[in-house]
């Protein structure tokens, strides 16, 4: 059973909706009684880092996360999240990965980032099987994680960035594989095999 993380940055529909056509359980909850009951969790979100850290901060969701042991995939903002900071309003953030997010240099190419690119693997994982550089993914954001030890793959836009990272059971897309069809599909499917070989 996935849980979702409910907050008020979260693309919540769109992510169900993926792991429906999946046929995989899950629910949606912002209660942290409830998703301890999970199996794996999917931290989505799209808005302001800032804004969406108050959110959790005011439901405990930041120290639950902080202190869980089950299998974590963050989406876009979500992934940010795992990081230390955000130059988003000067953002902490939870500090799970070291770095902190930078914007992108609107003088060198359009901001947001926005559409489909690709990535390039940088070391081998289960989530990224069978994913190499030359699908494509979705992809809208504004700032970007750097590249660091815990990147799996990385994506150019104006910089390199972390497309993909993974750090002990804290994984992250900066991507939206729930927007970006069969590859996407790939992805999440890939994190539901890695759930349930994690709870066998």
């Not at 979100?45 to 439901?59: F, K």
């Not at 996360?65 to 230390?84: A, R, S, W």
């Not at 979705?138 to 993909?164: E, M, Q, R």
Request: net charge negative; charged share 20%; hydrophobic share 40%.
């Amino acid at each position: 059973m996935i849980g979702i993380i409910k907050y008020q940055a979260g693309n919540l529909t769109s992510v169900s909706n993926a792991l429906k056509r999946l046929g995989a359980d899950h629910f949606i909850s912002d209660e942290p009684d409830e998703l301890s009951k999970a199996d794996g969790i999917i931290f989505p979100g799209v808005g302001h880092a800032g804004a969406a850290m108050d959110d959790l901060r005011s439901r405990d969701l930041d120290v639950w996360l902080k202190n869980t042991d089950k299998p974590v995939l963050g989406i876009c903002l979500g992934m940010q999240l795992l990081y230390e900071s955000s130059e988003e309003g000067d953002s902490e953030t939870l500090g799970l990965i070291p770095g902190r997010l930078k914007k992108f240099d609107s003088s060198k190419a359009k901001v947001p980032h926005m559409g489909w690119n690709q990535f390039a693997p940088q070391k081998e994982h289960p989530l990224i099987n069978g994913i190499g550089n030359q699908q494509f993914l979705y992809y809208v954001h504004g700032y970007y994680a750097p590249s660091n030890d815990h990147a799996l793959a990385t994506c150019k836009y104006i910089n390199d960035f972390a497309a993909v990272v993974a750090k002990d059971n804290f994984m992250g897309v900066q991507f939206h594989p729930e927007k970006s069809g069969s590859v996407g599909s790939l992805l999440l499917q890939n994190f539901l095999d890695m759930v349930k070989s994690n709870g066998s």
